[in-house]
């Protein structure tokens, strides 16, 4: 069993959808949470990042965790043509850990928003 | 003009031979990481190093090595290439602060033949 799961895709929505992306991890000691997301044929870049449980906003994108389930959201409301790529979930174990911040990343879920 | 860097772009060799790919950075950055990523697989770290003097090896760094030539540049050698090293490969770096915020490279996409 990998220790974080992401459904792969490939999500097609309409413009001006509500998209949910999700993964779920086996490592309860995970406590940093973040969202990278990948043009095709770029490199993933930071989109959200949040510490331990709880809700993060930003503009149109929210990210929520829930540690008691082992889950992690990404939300993105009124979706654009230009939010179209894959979005990879990642975690890490907390400072006090020797592994010292590794990022353990989802297999990245695709997205489509069809104009 | 981009901050991380990796030459070559792609790159398509025979099995057995010996390949380097080169990462350079101009964030200032004391850690670099070496990343594969594979369709379904995700991203998997093979090496990474907080500075010149310090390599440690990642998930899957068998059949690879790396070089820290200097706080801007990390390279990843392929000693004898085969065919399962086909992947697309992606240099890091961070910050000692605010480590988890890692900044990608436009990605190296290898095929072994």
């Known amino acids: 069993q990998k220790e974080v799961e992401q459904d792969p895709g490939p999500l097609s929505v309409p413009e001006g959808a509500i998209v949910s992306l999700n993964c779920t991890y086996s490592n309860s000691a995970f406590q940093y949470f973040m969202w990278y997301r990948q043009y095709s044929r770029k490199g993933p870049e930071l989109l959200m990042y949040?510490?331990?449980?709880g809700n993060k906003e930003d503009g149109r994108f929210t990210a929520q965790v829930d540690k008691s389930s082992k889950y992690i959201s990404l939300f993105i409301r009124d979706s654009q043509p230009s939010d179209s790529a894959t979005y990879l979930c990642a975690m890490t174990l907390g400072a006090s850990s020797g592994s010292a911040r590794q990022l353990t990343f989802g297999s990245g879920t695709q997205l489509t928003v069809l104009p | 003009d981009a901050d991380v860097t990796q030459t070559p772009r792609n790159r398509i060799t025979k099995t057995g031979k010996r390949i380097m790919l080169e990462c350079s950075q101009t964030?200032?950055?004391?850690?670099m990481y070496w990343y594969r990523q594979d369709p379904g697989l995700g991203l998997r770290l093979i090496y990474y190093s907080f500075d010149v003097k310090d390599i440690n090896k990642g998930e899957i760094s068998d059949g690879y090595s790396v070089s820290r030539q200097a706080q801007a540049k990390f390279s990843l050698s392929l000693e004898s290439a085969i065919p399962n090293q086909t992947a697309l490969y992606f240099c890091?770096?961070?910050?000692?602060?605010?480590?988890?915020?890692?900044?990608f490279g436009p990605g190296t996409r290898l095929t072994v033949l």
């Open positions: 964030k200032g950055h004391d850690r």
């Open positions: 949040t510490y331990s449980s």
């Open positions: 890091a770096t961070s910050g000692a602060v605010g480590a988890d915020t890692q900044y």
